[in-house]
């Protein structure tokens, strides 16, 4: 449930207890963040500014991503949850798969009866950004402003901004800071701006709050002090680079008990993916028609026509490589080829329906679109977009998980479909060339001799075979997106999960055609 929004509402952090590793960012630190104001919260870099933002945005629970923390955070009076405040991200965190008037859309959708009354258009007006250019062509300011748009476009209570003017020269620094002042101004939204960069983002402030990694504390600074701050600073930022050398040491000493501690752990987390994946393909969508369209995208991106004219052109390889090698070297031909022809096309015939092609296709989904998807999920990680579904309301396990996994559990069975009557077809072709003696309605009478079944619209063991290709599409579709969405710090982290989603979905796809083997074919013998 999206949280009622009010105007104007204050934020209030009580207790709040963080630590990483060994390390104590704060401790028992408090603030009050006034409704209607503008307040910076400044230190140097590394002592936890950022991590502080995501815990007030909800984005960060009590035992993720090795940070641990307690203590609560209000917003009027009630406990924060993710939604309740929105953020605007250092990395800007827009959907690159729409235009600059789509990111304001879906923020408006899902924020249902409590969005801007403002249109998306008028949004992108006051801000000044072009509606139907691709964010992709967006220039930086214009993309900090549709990230200030969508925002306000899903009309949270408050709005939280993480280093704005981070890597910015003291003019374009300037310059944001403007743009956040005429931004409160025009809507009136209770801000709080994470920064290490007081000179440009002081001016506009109504509040000032030092986060001092010594004490560990939250102080506001009174307004007749602001000059004194950079000299409060300096020896806060030597502070707090010895610190995160000794984290990186203590962390380097920990790795092995980390590591033995994963494996312990990784059974329990595959079985929770597992059983999240299983519950996601119910989708609960609040707003259907984003939930189609991201089906609708994940479906091109599964099996889209890219998708079927790989799948077609393994067919094809099958179904060549399979007949011509049968029985252009045969053994013997001329003595056993008589006798053995028939036999031989009803086996071809049954293995590349229940074994050559399903398997093939398996293992080419998981490292074409599996691949594919952990590449989608993983950038969406990487460029914080996840968390900003989060911050607008729609949670990435419905509206991402979902339409991935039923974009894998329709795609296998028809993608394996399509790689199947072209290899049947070319298998066809291949054996009246290489006969030479026996002509196509041969072919079709002793090809299809282990598969048709008299009263039957599908070919025998057709249930066992749409088995095994759902459950590799579901394991497929979990393994993609959960690989995705592990924690990434760079671009080598999205590519070795590819990597891994390839090796894993792969294995998993060959272990599922392994274990029904077991089982699928005791008494079957091709007639």
Not at 191 to 199: A, E, K, R
Not at 379 to 392: E, M, P
Not at 479 to 490: A, E, M, T, V
């Amino acid at each position: 449930m999206n949280p009622i929004v009010h105007e104007n509402m204050g934020i209030s952090i009580n207790r709040i207890c963080v630590t990483a590793g060994e390390r104590t960012l704060l401790e028992n630190a408090k603030a009050e963040f006034q409704a209607g104001e503008i307040s910076l919260i400044v230190g140097p870099s590394g002592v936890g500014k950022s991590i502080l933002l995501r815990i007030m945005a909800g984005l960060l629970d009590d035992s993720g991503e090795g940070i641990g923390w307690s203590g609560e955070v209000l917003i009027d009076g009630s406990k924060a949850t993710c939604g309740t405040a929105g953020v605007v991200f250092q990395s800007f965190a827009l959907f690159d798969e729409l235009s600059a008037l789509g990111n304001i859309e879906i923020a408006k959708a899902s924020g249902g009866r409590h969005a801007s009354r403002k249109n998306p258009k008028e949004l992108l007006a006051s801000l000044r950004v072009p509606a139907n250019v691709p964010t992709s062509r967006l220039s930086g300011g214009q993309r900090q402003r549709l990230a200030i748009a969508r925002t306000l476009a899903y009309n949270p209570a408050a709005i939280l901004y993480d280093e704005p003017t981070s890597g910015l020269d003291p003019l374009t620094g300037r310059q944001v800071a403007d743009l956040i002042r005429d931004t409160h101004r025009e809507f009136g939204k209770t801000s709080v701006i994470v920064t290490h960069d007081y000179h440009s983002l002081m001016p506009i402030a109504d509040r000032i709050f030092l986060l001092d990694p010594e004490l560990g504390k939250l102080e506001e600074i009174a307004a007749a002090d602001w000059a004194a701050i950079p000299e409060r600073l300096a020896p806060m930022a030597m502070s707090s680079v010895a610190q995160e050398d000794e984290v990186d040491l203590f962390s380097f000493g920990e790795l092995l008990k980390q590591k033995i501690a994963q494996v312990f752990v990784g059974t329990a987390g595959a079985l929770i993916s597992l059983v999240l994946g299983l519950i996601s393909l119910i989708p609960v969508w609040r707003n259907p028609v984003w939930g189609m369209r991201y089906f609708a995208y994940y479906a091109r991106m599964v099996f889209g026509p890219t998708a079927f004219l790989y799948l077609m052109a393994s067919g094809l390889i099958s179904g060549f490589v399979t007949t011509y090698f049968t029985f252009k070297f045969l053994p013997y031909s001329d003595y056993t080829g008589p006798l053995l022809v028939e036999d031989l096309l009803t086996a071809l015939g049954f293995a590349t329906y229940r074994i050559f092609v399903p398997v093939l296709s398996c293992v080419l989904i998981a490292a074409r679109c599996g691949a594919a998807v952990t590449s989608d999920i993983g950038g969406r990680q990487y460029g914080n977009q996840i968390d900003a579904l989060k911050t607008i309301g729609m949670r990435p396990r419905y509206y991402l998980l979902t339409p991935i996994m039923w974009s894998f559990m329709i795609g296998t069975p028809l993608l394996s479909y399509a790689a199947f009557y072209v290899a049947k077809y070319t298998s066809l072709v291949t054996f009246v060339f290489a006969d030479g003696v026996h002509g196509a309605n041969f072919w079709e009478q002793y090809f299809h001799r282990g598969l048709e079944e008299p009263g039957l619209f599908t070919y025998r063991g057709f249930g066992w075979l749409i088995s095994k290709l759902l459950c590799c599409g579901v394991g497929i579709g979990i393994i993609s997106y959960f690989q995705g969405l592990k924690l990434k710090y760079s671009t080598s982290d999205v590519s070795r999960s590819v990597t891994s989603t390839i090796l894993w979905a792969t294995l998993f796809s060959l272990a599922v055609h392994f274990v029904f083997a077991l089982f699928e074919y005791e008494g079957v013998v091709p007639q």
